[in-house]
């Protein structure tokens, strides 16, 4: 199971934005060597009646979403100094992630997720038209 987060914008405001988990059931594997961060794995789309929709290449996947049991919460890991520590070099050594016994990490909270979005069921291969005579 691989559990994916997802940031999406709410509806008619700017700033706002709601966090979703996707799940997928099985695995995906990037074709070249340099894997799957950063680069894009596919387009999702909520279709009229509000059913998530996942294109990955020529493949299709329909979900549903659901709320989770216990909400999960993205933490960013921030580099602070110490009471006492408070030289413009020992704060630059925590911002490049140098280890003293001055420097202390403390994580702020960016967002909870509340729901997921499952994709249960298998891929369909989406198929263009193809001419009978060629």
């Given at each position: 199971m691989v559990q994916i987060p997802v940031q999406l914008p709410r509806p008619g405001e700017g700033s706002?934005?709601?966090?979703?988990?996707?799940?997928?059931?099985?695995?995906?594997?990037?074709?070249?060597?340099?894997?799957?961060?950063?680069?894009?794995?596919g387009d999702l789309h909520f279709s009229r009646e509000g059913v998530p929709i996942l294109i990955i290449g020529h493949h299709i996947l329909y979900g549903k979403v659901s709320r989770l049991e216990r909400p999960f919460a993205v933490l960013v890991k921030k580099a602070a100094a110490r009471a006492g520590a408070e030289s413009p070099m020992e704060m630059e050594k925590a911002e490049q992630g140098v280890s003293e016994e001055s420097v202390s990490h403390r994580y702020l909270i960016t967002a909870l997720i509340k729901k997921k979005i499952i994709f249960k069921t298998r891929p369909k291969p989406i198929i263009t038209n193809v001419p009978k005579k060629l």
């Open positions: 706002g934005s709601e966090w979703l988990m996707l799940e997928l059931q099985g695995e995906i594997e990037s074709r070249g060597q340099s894997g799957l961060p950063g680069n894009l794995m």
